[in-house]
């Protein structure tokens, strides 16, 4: 797995609860082609950033079943750092919440359900 952002504080809390700060490099492809005087990072690569620290805190390559509830309230430019909290619901689901800021400012939330699909529904 290729990391194509840089995180620190990443750490997994008593409960399984993820968090992290990452943040992008400006001159990350990811920005090219939105916006060349505005560069914007897209919601899939959002997206990403949840589901790749989902599967380095698990050590498992856990692919995405399904996305729900996705809500995009602010843009991502290349200087911002986000502040990323994942939190497990059902276990026997797979499934995660997540939420990310910058700074006090809600960027994305949402629900991420991973597994192989072998799982029991």
């Not at 059902?90 to 991420?112: H, I, K």
């Amino acid at each position: 797995m290729e990391i194509w952002y840089s995180s620190d504080r990443f750490k997994r809390a008593p409960g399984n609860e993820l968090t992290a700060a990452v943040d992008f490099p400006g001159d990350s492809p990811w920005f090219d082609g939105h916006f060349p005087q505005d560069p914007v990072l897209p919601g899939i690569a959002q997206v990403a950033v949840v589901h790749d620290l989902i599967r380095r805190a698990f050590g498992k390559n856990l692919p995405i079943r399904e996305i729900g509830r996705l809500r995009f309230k602010r843009k991502v430019g290349p200087a911002d750092r986000l502040s990323v909290t994942i939190t497990p619901g059902d276990a026997s689901e797979n499934l995660y919440r997540f939420r990310m800021t910058c700074g006090q400012e809600p960027v994305c939330s949402g629900l991420l359900k991973v597994g192989s699909g072998k799982e029991k529904d």
